[in-house]
């Protein structure tokens, strides 16, 4: 195909002055795929781990219990985004689960500098989503897109869900949330977490397989609609100085972007995502055809998919560096008061605060 003359791109970074259409290459590294699958074993390990030191604390009496990850934490964001306010307001940070309020602010790191590239390139539930959807995609040949009448209505349930938490905490106060980041509850929420997956209930298998039943018909159905995480993170990606950028110049308006988002968003009719929807996936700068008319980035750095995989994994690693290095990954919590706790999980001292 001849090459497309146009002018000099109409993007800070860009530097080609004609658009040049693609030819076919080989298959490009899928790092993102990579980073995803590397986090999702590393929870695996950290889950199995977890599990081993659950189960020696409620069988053994004494003795030396196996190493605790304290990694496991991340599963606990309700008690992560307690811990932020609560340091914010009494200036230490809780040794109860230091650990959920480090993974916490890492990810909102994440989101601050390469938009919601949490979501897009490390969480577990989005790449089971994304499985999900693929093999949807397989079976029937497409997603399904339900009617914008019905898709907006379901995206609000996220945001309502964070304002619900936000709404709570501030009813709390800061008495009240430090009282609850030391209260029974929380101290093993980490294990009632694990009971909570390993002694399904009946009611909590058919919403979990609800949800798994709408991500195959439905891209990124539990992200879209319902991941109050997702809907925080996406708030503080906002302010991201990484976007895609289009250069209107060098598209040919194939729509080729718009198809592969897995956020639906409309990249081609638009100069810059600044959408809090965008994930930084990066999947609509790879299927662009076109030349450096699709880029992620800032006005200094053009981002390519193995730069972002860099910066969100050195992104994590600093945290947890930096939080080992300061005493402030693990928790104070000894073997011997996670065997007092777990003894008394059935005791109404251990139900969630409230109740």
């Not at 189960?55 to 219990?65: C, E, I, K, R, Y």
């Not at 898709?151 to 106060?173: E, H, N, T």
Request: aromatic fraction near 12%; charge should be positive.
């Amino acid at each position: 195909m001849n090459d497309l003359i146009a002018q000099e791109a109409d993007l800070p970074f860009a530097k080609a002055k004609k658009t040049v259409i693609r030819k076919r290459r080989r298959k490009a590294v899928p790092w993102r795929r990579i980073v995803q699958f590397g986090f999702a074993i590393l929870n695996i390990y950290i889950g199995y781990r977890f599990y081993l030191f659950a189960h020696a604390a409620m069988t053994t009496d004494s003795g030396p219990l196996p190493t605790r990850p304290p990694g496991a934490e991340g599963w606990l964001p309700i008690s992560g985004l307690m811990g932020v306010i609560d340091w914010i307001s009494n200036g230490s940070l809780n040794t109860i689960h230091p650990a959920a309020t480090i993974c916490l602010l890492a990810f909102t790191a994440t989101a601050l500098l390469v938009r919601k590239a949490f979501c897009g390139w490390l969480c577990p539930v989005g790449l089971i989503s994304e499985l999900l959807a693929s093999a949807g995609k397989r079976v029937f040949g497409r997603n399904f897109e339900p009617p914008r009448w019905v898709d907006r209505p379901l995206m609000a349930i996220k945001y309502l869900l964070l304002g619900f938490f936000l709404w709570a905490f501030y009813m709390m106060g800061v008495a009240g949330i430090s009282a609850f980041i030391h209260s029974p509850y929380n101290q093993v929420s980490d294990v009632k977490m694990l009971l909570f997956f390993a002694r399904l209930s009946t009611a909590a298998a058919v919403i979990l397989m609800g949800l798994a039943v709408g991500s195959v018909f439905i891209q990124g159905f539990w992200c879209r609609y319902f991941c109050p995480y997702g809907a925080f993170l996406g708030l503080f990606s906002w302010l991201s100085p990484v976007k895609v950028h289009r250069n209107t110049q060098t598209c040919i308006d194939c729509a080729k972007c718009d198809k592969v988002c897995p956020a639906r968003l409309p990249v081609m009719s638009k100069l810059n995502i600044k959408s809090v929807e965008c994930n930084g996936c990066m999947a609509c700068v790879e299927a662009c055809p076109a030349e450096n008319t699709l880029l992620m980035g800032t006005r200094r750095l053009k981002l390519s998919p193995l730069k972002t995989g860099i910066i969100v994994l050195l992104i994590f690693t600093a945290f947890y560096a930096g939080a080992n290095l300061f005493g402030t990954w693990k928790s104070s919590l000894t073997d011997n008061d996670y065997r007092y706790h777990i003894a008394r999980l059935d005791s109404p001292d251990y139900g969630h605060p409230g109740e």
